[in-house]
Each structure stands twice: as C-alpha cells, then as structure tokens.
C-alpha cells in the first residue's frame, strides 16, 4: 500500500509520498528500523530546520485515498484533509547512514515510540491510538529507506 509516486524494490523505498508495509501490527510489542541513504545533493530538512521524513504507523489506505492524495498535491491544495501521517513524526537531524527505529505497543496503553541511531526520542512519542495499523514511512524525492524487521539486521538494540 503506497502512493503511485513512491517506488519499491525489495524492502527498499524510494519516490514521494507515504508508504505502508502490508501486514498489521497484531502482536503487543513490536519494533523495526530503517535504514536511511540519502543521494550526496539532497537537503535532509526543508527551509525551516524540520525534517522531511516521517516515520510510525498508519491506518489501512486505499487506493481513492492515494488518488485524492494525488489530485491535492498536484493542484497544490493545502492538506485539510488526513494526509495519513497522524500517527507518524518527523524525526529532526537525519543523515545517510542513519537509522530511525519505532517501537510500538498495544498494551493497555498503545504507545509508539521514536529512536535515532538508538537514542529515544521521548518528546515525539505517541499514545492512546487504537485499530489496526501497519508500519509505514512518509518519503521525499533523493531518499532511500530500508525496512528492516528481522533482529538480526538490526543496526541498534530494541528498546
């Protein structure tokens, strides 16, 4: 599930736009990383400072979501609708080589959790969200990111 403009290749993401991984989160604790590259002209934040990239969860979209998601971009319409990024934070400083990890739990209180090259970011943290979500990434134009599920790739410990 991902925006026409994003482009995939193994578990390896590139383009415009929001992505999710196709499966749902659906055990109590989970936690993945993405690797980040970047191409050697790119601006890793926009004029204000702010990151580009936006990492977490997001709900199941569908493909009239990604068109009308579409349509607003390219008439430059301003997001007053959901963009899909709710349960998703900008992760401030990212460089190439990097890597961004999200911790999520579903226990009493649903938390996802934000760290940069293993360091938590605790002010970015989201709780109290409920419902299926999937592991997702929001993307800029010169960026790849890596998803990376399986502990042995790890570059940095689980929380």
Do not use: C
């Not at 999200?102 to 709780?127: C, K, R, T, Y």
């Not at 969200?129 to 990111?145: L, N, T, W």
Request: aromatic fraction near 8%.
């Amino acid at each position: 599930m991902s925006a026409p403009t994003v482009k995939i290749n193994g578990l390896t993401v590139t383009g415009h736009g929001i992505a999710l991984v196709n499966v749902s989160i659906e055990q109590d604790a989970s936690y993945w990383e993405w690797h980040i590259a970047t191409d050697d002209n790119v601006a890793l934040d926009d004029d204000d400072g702010h990151s580009i990239l936006k990492f977490g969860v997001a709900t199941r979209k569908n493909r009239e979501f990604f068109e009308a998601l579409g349509d607003m971009e390219d008439n430059d319409d301003e997001m007053s609708v959901d963009d899909g990024t709710k349960l998703m934070r900008a992760i401030p400083n990212v460089k190439s080589g990097d890597t961004i990890g999200v911790a999520v739990q579903q226990s009493d209180l649903p938390m996802v959790q934000f760290l940069h090259n293993g360091e938590p970011i605790h002010e970015l943290a989201i709780s109290r969200f409920r419902g299926m979500v999937f592991p997702s990434i929001y993307m800029r134009d010169g960026y790849s990111a890596t998803f990376v599920w399986n502990e042995d790739e790890f570059k940095e410990m689980s929380p």
